[in-house]
């Protein structure tokens, strides 16, 4: 990753723009209209049969998938949740496989087996999607270990969303990765509601940040609508991290914009609420950052979000037209020796 | 069972929902617990507007919980209330085995009878749904391992609403597994309070030729296959097993004694399902010297269930493949 | 219980004489001497050979569990451990039939099916040891929420040790209890070790009363080789939670004098630190403080004890002479239907 | 299995402990992981001294948190470490279904093959010790049922030591269940390296009359009714399972063709325990046509195992109540 020169002093621009070169900011403009695109095929395919079962988009919630994985390279690790696409694509997922593996083709992530809820890119360090709450806690505790005793510099990132954080899972996984040290940063997705139960209603901390004091680790809390204040908090995770001093975490307060799943009904939240959200678009506001700072102007955002909307149109048509699993081959990839 | 007269169609979520309201009208101590059970109607929409009518304090939305949230229902049981506790897919409850296994299930027993824990836990199962591996378990042979637990599996409406009746009046802990794909089929179902004893399987259908033991969505294919035997001129006898633990061995062992064969047929994996408790539970039984063929057993393939529509059908039995093997069977075929 | 005079303003006597009869701190000194005694005599008995299987002793945390239970009506609950037989005895349990239940007698608590780990006496109130760390917690919960929804005044205490703080299970419980503001109080007997390993090494927090503010609830630290001290932490949160504000967390501070286990060869303590905290006798140090005040003579004192010694012999005695459960009856008592 | 020369006698816990080392010697990213493992020795003494060998960052003594401990030695399988997780008590792999079924077992699968978790779980189980029904049950059907997992059981030093040492170079996830009561039983135990294969059981007597598949402890009482009965003139071959999943069909197919007659023993609870299994591949396969007398199975009672010594030795099958079964068979009593 491309470095800005140094910032000066007296330097007050958001921390992205001082820390990240025009070509890295731009990208990131692209990968957050990339999600919201892709997640709008996603949708739409669905609405037309291409998709089975349910999904969970992220839309709204760009800025933290993206803002979080700034300074990740291809060696470090993520593990993701139900409503990962955001983190796949900000990890730098191929959205042609993923938009395969909705569809079920032998060319997706999982070649079929897994769909929206285990998309996957060991190679690029992503370890998945999770479709169990909380599910991922310890799989990334046991990634940053693994890297600690093998003596690899990289570091493991967690999201996991508000709901997650009322599992054991979190507990356990917390407290080891403190007590270990271990180079793992902590990623509350905070978009209020665990399905249809608020915060409010299912934890009983004021701020999820609140409970890294009892791990003693630092916790903070920022607006995660605010790609820059997610990048500024999250770096500063990575590399106290990298430096051996141990895990963070990061609450990133969001909101999304889209029922739970396909089946939402929404009935707890109201109308008041979620336009007040989405008139507090992550991706308008960073692209009004962008240009207000002279790093684009509006034609060469529009770009950006012209490349996306190819880039999806693109990775439809390929899954389209990728084949289908071979039916006969159910018990293919149980194990590493299982004949298909 | 003692069904009054009055019968409506309801669907088999209906028919819960109704089962749970009218123990909740009977009994204040009857409460419901489980993750988006209250304004959000369930997962599955089978507590739908219970909320509405009984209030946030009887129909309680738990924190995503789940060891903590089965805990919480048996301690309450423990000490005076009826909690049905809802996971909103049955897979979830591998997180809370060791409050239905090592507490719930034994505390009567460690306790040498001095203690009873009257709690019933929700399990929607099964496969069929495009949520892939984590989310469409078939896990009740585990439970039905388990001593102290009792575990039913309804296959109808009407019993889905009598098992849940029976299973609140159980003085043990009862599992209740619900197939997804049965939440929208209708049937008839009986007014009023009834229960369905847990324990008893019931013949679907008579037949003299072969005997099909099927559970849950199976019992429906089962029957489909039974149909396309009757026009080849074999009679097969469809019984729904409806009890998984304990087993009816009576209903079972009497029919293979009358028609010589047997097949079973669940979603769960067939290696360790109940089929295998079944074939041998006759293999060891007087019946054994009826048999004229080999017991068949049909289940899910070893593998987890796959996200691929096409492969997820073919990772547990359709009705083909049960009239298959029960062809098969008849013709001596195996 | 016979309460005190209410106490004057200037008061300053330690707590528990403050607010308890003399009768009372008679009955609880001889309720520490029992559990020890009683203790010893379990061990004695597991030497020669009547005692089946393994024991955990709670020598040295007498006035933990004594001082946690004063202010508990029989109407009240407790939940206890595997460590578990000083709750017993101060929830008023009968030691002839905790005997007969070590020894395997159909006169035991647990018609000898439990044994050590699952002593219980629900018509006290005491729910049931426990052989699963942590498995008490998310039950005693679930007794509170019982009390709360039918209305019934009693509360719930939760002992749990400092291993046990680390299970997913504490996490869960605590969230619920706190958001539902149930009365519950959670006890923790921190004896700085969970089996072999010590709180410094297995929990990231510098206390464990630092992690109720992650639920939000009040937590306080206390010297638990001090019976005032626990009564006065204990008696205040019993009163909050009797009045609706919900659980609260009190964490005994104190030390456990024997191995974890039968089978502990202790390789993991230094003898100095076991010798530093024998040194700190609750029982001595309780029994000191009665005199001072007057409560009661050095010869009252030791009438006391004799009556302990006594109570331990005849216990053994009516366990010894106990019948055994009949061998046929393996499946008596696995449901309430079960045939012998 | 490629055992070498040298041979001595070793107690079943110091062979596990041998395998440990060794695969510690010859692969840096094997780890061992549980509570107390370290300067404790595990409850059990299996780990022993092996903290002082290779110290606590290979030797990690973790937090008394199953779930959470099992999914570190899952996600560290994921990304290069293979460790060898203990459960103190396999009792408490019940908070950590989860991460062993959702995530382990699955995770190959669901990712399409592009995964591998080479994980071990060590399980010591089953009852005899005294510690009552949350400290001696024996799950491993559990783990049978599930798609994904390989379960071994070794019934002596040599296959304790070559089992966890084939679990190990298996790239998939292995639970190894090891009998409390087995740990101090000594036999003889090749030196260095070697792997018992997993999916293979294997004859420990040869007989003409009599199938007895007995698992764990069980073989070992098998063995002595057996010896009984040889007395009587009857000879029983007793098959030693060692791995439940996958089950070695050949080789107790091929002994039942011959026998005619089968009987399973297992400490596990009967209903659904491995026995079924058995008995149903036996009848849905061609031996079935082999078969003389009906297939007995022998396994814990339905019951949590009890603390009184006289009630839990009647909790699970003992050499007299084997001996009974299998006279009753060949004797056609049944
Ligand atoms: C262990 C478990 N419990 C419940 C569920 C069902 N479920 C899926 S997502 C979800 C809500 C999760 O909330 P949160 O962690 O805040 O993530 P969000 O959906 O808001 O992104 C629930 C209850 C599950 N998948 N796994
Ligand atoms: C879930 C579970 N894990 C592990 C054990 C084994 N074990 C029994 S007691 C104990 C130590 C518990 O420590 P703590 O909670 O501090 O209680 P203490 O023994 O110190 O009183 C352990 C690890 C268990 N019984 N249950
Ligand atoms: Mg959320
Ligand atoms: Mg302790």
């Known amino acids: 990753m491309t470095l800005a020169p140094p910032a000066l002093a007296e330097d007050n621009r958001p921390f992205a723009i001082r820390r990240y070169s025009p070509a890295r900011l731009r990208a990131a403009l692209y990968q957050m209209i990339l999600i919201r695109r892709f997640e709008e095929g996603a949708e739409d395919s669905y609405t037309r049969g291409l998709v089975h079962g349910t999904m969970h988009l992220s839309i709204g919630q760009e800025a933290s998938a993206v803002g979080?994985?700034?300074?990740?390279?291809?060696?470090?690790?993520?593990?993701?949740?139900?409503?990962?696409?955001?983190?796949?694509?900000?990890?730098?997922?191929?959205?042609?496989?993923?938009?395969?593996?909705?569809?079920?083709?032998?060319?997706?992530?999982?070649?079929?087996r897994g769909g929206s809820m285990h998309?996957?890119?060991?190679?690029?360090?992503?370890l998945g999607a999770n479709g169990i709450v909380g599910g991922g806690l310890p799989i990334a505790v046991g990634a940053a270990l693994a890297a600690k005793r093998l003596g690899r510099p990289d570091v493991?990132?967690?999201?996991?969303?508000?709901?997650?954080?009322?599992?054991?899972?979190?507990?356990?996984?917390?407290?080891?990765?403190?007590?270990?040290?271990?180079?793992?940063?902590?990623?509350?997705?905070?978009?209020?509601?665990?399905?249809?139960?608020?915060?409010?209603?299912?934890?009983?901390?004021?701020?999820?940040?609140?409970?890294?004091?009892?791990?003693?680790?630092?916790?903070?809390?920022?607006?995660?609508?605010?790609?820059?204040?997610?990048?500024?908090?999250?770096?500063?995770?990575?590399?106290?991290?990298?430096?051996?001093?141990?895990?963070?975490?990061?609450?990133?307060?969001?909101?999304?914009?889209?029922?739970?799943?396909k089946s939402d009904r929404n009935r707890y939240r109201t109308k008041d609420e979620i336009d007040g959200w989405i008139a507090r678009d992550p991706i308008a506001r960073f692209r009004a950052e962008l240009i207000a700072h002279g790093i684009l102007t509006g034609a060469d955002a529009d770009d950006v979000a012209a490349e996306a909307e190819a880039a999806v149109a693109a990775g439809i048509a390929f899954a389209k037209a990728s084949p289908a699993p071979a039916p006969t081959e159910v018990t293919r990839y149980v194990h590493a020796d299982a004949a298909p | 069972m003692n069904a009054p007269a009055g019968i409506r169609e309801?669907?088999?979520?209906?028919?819960?929902?109704?089962?749970?309201?009218?123990?909740?009208?009977?009994?204040?101590a009857v409460i419901l617990m489980g993750e988006d059970i209250g304004v959000y109607g369930g997962a599955f929409q089978v507590t739908g507007d219970l909320i509405d009518r009984f209030g946030p304090d009887r129909v309680m939305d738990t924190p995503i919980?789940?060891?903590?949230?089965?805990?919480?229902?048996?301690?309450?049981?423990?000490?005076?209330?009826?909690?049905?506790?809802?996971f909103q897919f049955s897979d979830f409850a591998t997180l809370a085995m060791e409050q239905i296994v090592n507490q719930a299930a034994k505390l009567r027993y460690m306790l040498g009878g001095e203690a009873a824990v009257?709690?019933?836990?929700?399990?929607?199962?099964?496969?069929?749904?495009?949520?892939?591996?984590?989310?469409?378990?078939?896990?009740?042979?585990?439970?039905g391992h388990v001593p102290?637990?009792?575990?039913?599996?309804?296959?109808?409406?009407?019993?889905?609403?009598?098992?849940?009746l029976a299973a609140l009046a159980d003085p043990d802990p009862v599992l209740i597994f619900e197939?997804?794909?049965?939440?929208?089929?209708?049937?008839?179902?009986?007014?009023?309070?009834?229960?369905?004893?847990?324990?008893?399987?019931?013949i679907r259908r008579p037949g003299r030729d072969l005997t099909i033991v099927a559970s849950a969505i199976m019992v429906h294919r089962a029957l489909e296959a039974a149909e396309a035997l009757a026009v080849e001129g074999v009679e097969v006898e469809v019984i729904d097993l409806r009890s998984v633990r304990p087993i009816d061995r009576d209903t079972i062992l009497g029919s293979v004694r009358r028609t010589g064969r047997l097949l079973v047929v669940h979603e769960a994996v067939k290696t360790l399902g109940i089929g295998a408790e079944i074939s041998a539970m006759v293999a060891e039984s007087d019946a054994f010297d009826c048999l004229d063929a080999p017991i068949l057993r049909l289940g899910g393939a070893e593998a987890p269930i796959p996200y691929n529509p096409e492969l997820e059908r073919a990772a547990v039995p359709q009705t083909p493949g049960i009239l298959a093997a029960a062809r098969a069977l008849v013709r001596q075929e195996v």
Not at chain 2, 118 to 134: K, L, N
Not at chain 2, 180 to 192: A, C, D, I, S, T
Request: aromatic share 8%; glycine share 12%.
């Open chain 1, 68 to 112: 979080s994985c700034l300074e990740l390279t291809d060696a470090d690790k993520i593990t993701s949740t139900h409503r990962g696409h955001g983190h796949c694509i900000a990890k730098g997922a191929d959205i042609g496989r993923m938009f395969a593996e909705f569809f079920g083709k032998q060319t997706g992530y999982c070649h079929g």
């Open chain 1, 119 to 126: 998309i996957a890119d060991v190679t690029k360090g992503n």
């Open chain 1, 156 to 261: 493991t990132l967690c999201f996991f969303g508000d709901g997650a954080n009322n599992e054991g899972a979190f507990h356990e996984s917390l407290n080891m990765a403190a007590i270990w040290r271990l180079p793992v940063v902590f990623v509350c997705e905070n978009n209020q509601y665990g399905m249809s139960t608020s915060t409010a209603r299912a934890t009983a901390s004021a701020t999820i940040a609140d409970r890294a004091a009892a791990y003693a680790m630092p916790g903070v809390r920022v607006d995660g609508n605010d790609l820059s204040a997610v990048a500024e908090a999250v770096s500063t995770a990575i590399a106290r991290a990298r430096s051996g001093e141990g895990p963070s975490l990061v609450e990133n307060l969001t909101y999304r914009w889209r029922g739970h799943s």
């Open chain 2, 10 to 28: 309801l669907s088999y979520a209906e028919a819960l929902r109704e089962a749970m309201a009218i123990a909740m009208e009977r009994d204040p």
């Open chain 2, 65 to 86: 919980a789940e060891l903590g949230g089965a805990g919480v229902a048996v301690g309450a049981a423990l000490t005076g209330l009826k909690p049905i506790y809802e």
């Open chain 2, 118 to 143: 009257p709690v019933v836990f929700r399990m929607p199962a099964g496969s069929g749904t495009g949520a892939a591996a984590q989310h469409s378990q078939s896990l009740e042979a585990w439970f």
């Open chain 2, 148 to 164: 102290g637990l009792k575990v039913v599996q309804p296959a109808t409406p009407e019993d889905a609403k009598g098992l849940l």
């Open chain 2, 179 to 202: 197939h997804k794909l049965l939440y929208k089929l209708r049937g008839p179902v009986p007014e009023g309070y009834y229960t369905t004893p847990i324990g008893q399987a019931v």
